[in-house]
């Protein structure tokens, strides 16, 4: 084979330039390294509920899953899903035109964008963002457009400025990319200013696609509350969720999307060369998940919420801004306090400060000054390992 040359075309196509190696990989090989704990990539230290581990083999052992399933899910998990959606927020779904299994919401995700937008077109972003929303806009030709959630100091949360979004819509505006509970600020957005994100869309004719994956992780008086129940959004949103956080086998990748029959065809027609199917047997397990009483969830919650307090409350003690989140498993900080300033820098010395692992929020944002102060932990891990790292942190920061 001919060797590159520095004249040569890049392989990889300008599109994805910009996106290299993910944070997280960085990050993780970090903690690897030094042996620090790793609060930055968000998956649990424990596996889920043990019946639906065991409904897992089973499944395994029936044979049921362990040649290609069905291209849009197995019924039964279909059936599973169309009865959470109508059992938790009266959404009624066809389970055989509405809904669609997937390989994890990140695959969701993408196949919802590549199937919904052309080239030149405009998508809407919070901002900071799962890191994915920017390579599948990217992947699909279109063009994002932040709009920054700011810290709010006297609620302690991030707020969406509803009159931004409104100023960011154009006539090549297709699409609103929301996410909430919302990764990584830790807001939920209000019925409030759902109405108006709804009201927004339906008076510019726009699609949404709403990532809902932290549904169940709602804390306080906060209130999740789906898109697509509030008038007008059925017939033009996609809703994206996943079993990965809700019952703490993200490794399972099962996801899913709901919405009206010509949006999830859409959606369909994309996921199908994507990976086509995946996740057999954990498809069968998926959906006796979704059926375990309400108390799981109540306990799951609460369970998440005395972590979220162990987490933030030492985090404080050591000297941190935090921003306590109404919902997901990550606490956002301003380190400034601690005389930082710069994120990227602050996670990189981390490990070997303090043998703990976090990640920098500015990785999230198109505007990187505004994400700059800004560092993300995840407290979706043992007690025992949340209280070592932030006694830690405590000896690294504290004064």
């Not at 044979?63 to 849009?72: C, D, F, I, K, T």
């Not at 369909?268 to 006796?288: D, H, I, M, N």
């Not at 919650?301 to 997901?328: I, N, Y």
């Amino acid at each position: 084979m001919t060797p590159m040359t520095s004249t040569a075309r890049p392989l990889l196509n300008r599109r994805l330039a910009e996106f290299g190696t993910t944070i997280f990989a960085e990050m993780s090989a970090l903690a690897a390294a030094t042996g620090a704990i790793n609060l930055g990539q968000g998956f649990p230290d424990t596996d889920g509920p043990e019946e639906i581990r065991e409904a897992a083999v089973r499944a395994l052992r029936d044979g049921r899953g362990n040649q290609y399933p069905p291209g849009p899910g197995v019924p039964e998990l279909r059936t599973a899903i169309a009865e959470h959606q109508r059992r938790r927020y009266g959404l009624a779904f066809d389970p055989d035109t509405e809904v669609l299994v997937t390989a994890g919401a990140t695959e969701a995700i993408a196949a919802a964008l590549l199937a919904l937008l052309e080239p030149g077109d405009e998508v809407i972003a919070l901002e900071p963002y799962y890191d994915s929303y920017a390579a599948c806009i990217a992947m699909a030709g279109a063009t994002r457009v932040p709009v920054t959630l700011r810290p709010d100091p006297e609620r302690a949360r991030f707020r969406l400025d509803l009159d931004e979004l409104r100023d960011a819509v154009t006539d090549r505006t297709r699409l609103l990319l929301i996410n909430t509970p919302h990764n990584p600020t830790g807001t939920v957005l209000t019925r409030e200013e759902l109405a108006a994100i709804a009201e927004l869309a339906v008076e510019r004719n726009l699609l949404v696609v709403t990532d809902e994956v932290y549904e169940h992780l709602v804390f306080d008086d906060a209130e999740h509350v789906p898109l697509a129940t509030l008038p007008g959004m059925r017939e033009r949103t996609v809703t994206i969720g996943s079993a990965g956080k809700t019952f703490s086998f993200t490794g399972w990748k099962v996801g899913w999307v709901t919405g009206a029959a010509e949006l999830v065809t859409a959606v369909r027609s994309a996921k199908q060369y994507l990976t086509y199917v995946a996740s057999g047997p954990f498809q069968y397990a998926v959906a006796e998940a979704l059926r375990l009483p309400d108390s799981y969830f109540e306990e799951f919650r609460a369970d998440m919420r005395s972590k979220r307090e162990l987490l933030a409350d030492g985090l404080e003690q050591a000297g941190f801004k935090v921003f306590r989140p109404a919902g997901t498993y990550f606490v956002t900080t301003d380190i400034r306090p601690l005389g930082e300033s710069d994120g990227f820098a602050f996670c990189r010395a981390l490990p070997e400060r303090a043998g703990v692992v976090a990640i920098p929020n500015a990785v999230f944002y198109d505007h990187r000054d505004e994400g700059a102060p800004f560092v993300r932990f995840a407290f979706c891990k043992r007690g025992e390992v949340l209280a070592d790292a932030t006694e830690r942190l405590h000896k690294a920061f504290a004064p």
